[in-house]
């Protein structure tokens, strides 16, 4: 019978470079893919809708919610976001391994529940360089930024409660620690 797949949480705070890490980690294997979020947040230009998330309004998400659609979520700096749970366990179980790209909250959430998934934190090498990443992307207002890392300074706290921390400074060093530590898993299974 074919291996299952393995479940990896990748958290950290926002503009460390998960995202960038992701798109390279699922350009470099097939058998790795990012689950898609619902949030509610407005859609940035880049945005896709089904590609990058299931873009919903409040009373779509609630119902969600309600109806038990989430493997878990998460409100973060005043939107939900959450991982749709149905599209996980039939590709885990054809032995596709699935990345969450998510928050802290949601990320403990995940550890309690799924107590086999592999828990990854990425930290930035300072607070300044996430502000600085964050400023360079272009994508939130100054005061959005700021939220965002004030935000991280709780999620940073976290970080010792998850089973590896990488250090997104060298972007291909980064990319390649996170490789080894997928290799790593998948020898053990
Ligand atoms: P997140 O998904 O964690 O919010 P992103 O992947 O969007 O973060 O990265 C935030 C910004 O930082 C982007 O503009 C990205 O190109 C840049 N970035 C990512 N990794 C590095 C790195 N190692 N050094 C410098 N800039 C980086
Ligand atoms: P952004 O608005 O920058 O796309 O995302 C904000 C934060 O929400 C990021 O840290 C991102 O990883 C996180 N996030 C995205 N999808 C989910 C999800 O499904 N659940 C949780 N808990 N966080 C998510």
Redo the contacts with the bound molecule.
């Keep these: 019978m074919k291996n299952k797949g393995n479940l990896f949480v990748i958290s950290?705070p926002?503009?460390?470079?998960?995202?960038?890490?992701c798109r390279r980690l699922i350009g470099n294997s097939d058998n790795v893919s990012v689950s898609v979020s619902a949030t509610t947040r407005n859609p940035r230009s880049e945005d896709v809708e089904g590609v990058t998330y299931y873009f919903k309004t409040i009373d779509e998400f609630k119902k969600m919610i309600d109806e038990g659609k989430f493997l878990e979520w998460a409100v973060y700096n005043g939107n939900y976001y959450g991982t749709p749970a149905d599209a996980i366990e039939n590709k885990i179980s054809m032995g596709e391994d699935i990345i969450l790209e998510i928050e802290a909250q949601g990320a403990m959430k995940v550890m309690e529940s799924k107590p086999d998934a592999v828990s990854i934190f990425i930290t930035p090498p300072n607070e300044e360089a996430l502000y600085q990443?964050?400023k360079?992307?272009g994508t939130e207002s100054d005061d959005e930024i700021k939220k965002r890392v004030e935000a991280a300074r709780w999620e940073l706290e976290q970080q010792d409660k998850y089973d590896h921390i990488v250090v997104?400074?060298?972007?291909d060093k980064?990319v390649s620690a996170i490789e080894n530590i997928m290799k790593n898993e998948r020898k053990n299974d």
């Design positions: 950290g926002s503009g460390v470079g998960k995202g960038t890490i990443r964050l360079n992307r997104n400074d060298d972007l980064a």
